[in-house]
Protein backbone atom coordinates (compact mmCIF):
# COMPACT_ATOMS: atom_id res chain seq x y z
CA UNK A 1 0.00 0.00 0.00
CA UNK A 2 1.55 3.73 -1.28
CA UNK A 3 2.00 5.62 1.57
CA UNK A 4 0.18 9.31 1.08
CA UNK A 5 1.82 12.48 2.23
CA UNK A 6 -1.12 15.00 3.51
CA UNK A 7 0.20 17.95 4.56
CA UNK A 8 -2.40 21.09 5.34
CA UNK A 9 -0.26 23.48 3.39
CA UNK A 10 -0.96 21.41 0.29
CA UNK A 11 -4.79 22.23 0.49
CA UNK A 12 -6.36 25.99 0.12
CA UNK A 13 -8.52 26.99 3.23
CA UNK A 14 -12.20 26.25 1.90
CA UNK A 15 -10.77 22.51 1.43
CA UNK A 16 -9.65 21.77 5.04
CA UNK A 17 -12.56 20.01 7.50
CA UNK A 18 -12.83 20.08 11.02
CA UNK A 19 -12.15 17.61 13.47
CA UNK A 20 -16.08 17.58 13.97
CA UNK A 21 -16.91 17.40 9.91
CA UNK A 22 -14.68 15.02 9.52
CA UNK A 23 -16.08 12.37 12.41
CA UNK A 24 -19.35 13.67 9.83
CA UNK A 25 -18.19 12.22 6.95
CA UNK A 26 -16.51 9.33 8.50
CA UNK A 27 -19.32 8.11 9.72
CA UNK A 28 -18.05 8.90 14.29
CA UNK A 29 -15.15 6.90 15.90
CA UNK A 30 -16.97 3.66 15.23
CA UNK A 31 -14.89 1.99 12.30
CA UNK A 32 -16.81 1.11 8.84
CA UNK A 33 -18.68 -1.62 9.10
CA UNK A 34 -19.29 -1.45 12.77
CA UNK A 35 -22.52 -0.57 13.54
CA UNK A 36 -23.72 0.73 17.25
CA UNK A 37 -25.68 -2.29 18.42
CA UNK A 38 -24.09 -5.75 19.69
CA UNK A 39 -24.82 -8.49 17.31
CA UNK A 40 -25.47 -10.87 19.77
CA UNK A 41 -28.62 -12.91 20.71
CA UNK A 42 -31.48 -11.73 22.50
CA UNK A 43 -35.16 -12.80 23.23
CA UNK A 44 -38.33 -11.56 22.07
CA UNK A 45 -41.91 -11.57 23.03
CA UNK A 46 -43.97 -12.34 19.92
CA UNK A 47 -47.73 -12.43 20.48
CA UNK A 48 -49.30 -16.06 20.56
CA UNK A 49 -45.55 -17.62 20.50
CA UNK A 50 -44.42 -16.83 23.58
CA UNK A 51 -40.76 -16.00 24.07
CA UNK A 52 -38.46 -16.67 21.20
CA UNK A 53 -34.90 -16.63 20.30
CA UNK A 54 -33.53 -13.62 18.41
CA UNK A 55 -30.71 -11.48 16.90
CA UNK A 56 -29.59 -7.88 17.85
CA UNK A 57 -29.32 -6.01 14.49
CA UNK A 58 -29.81 -2.62 13.70
CA UNK A 59 -33.01 -1.58 11.68
CA UNK A 60 -34.21 1.06 9.39
CA UNK A 61 -34.38 3.67 11.34
CA UNK A 62 -31.01 3.31 12.82
CA UNK A 63 -32.40 1.70 16.25
CA UNK A 64 -31.11 -1.36 17.91
CA UNK A 65 -33.50 -3.77 18.51
CA UNK A 66 -34.04 -7.74 18.69
CA UNK A 67 -35.39 -9.21 15.35
CA UNK A 68 -37.39 -13.19 15.97
CA UNK A 69 -35.43 -15.47 14.42
CA UNK A 70 -38.56 -17.95 13.32
CA UNK A 71 -40.94 -15.05 13.18
CA UNK A 72 -41.17 -11.64 11.60
CA UNK A 73 -41.00 -9.81 14.40
CA UNK A 74 -38.94 -7.09 15.81
CA UNK A 75 -38.83 -4.89 19.28
CA UNK A 76 -36.71 -2.32 20.13
CA UNK A 77 -34.19 -3.59 22.82
CA UNK A 78 -31.96 -2.32 25.59
CA UNK A 79 -29.81 -5.04 26.00
CA UNK A 80 -29.29 -4.97 22.11
CA UNK A 81 -27.33 -1.28 22.61
CA UNK A 82 -23.79 -1.74 22.74
Do not use: W
Not at 37 to 60: F, M, R
Amino acid sequence: MKNLNLEVSAFTQGEVLTRSELKNVLGGSEPIGVGRCSSGSCTIDVSGHGSQPGVCETNSQDKCVCRALDYPSSALDNNCVK
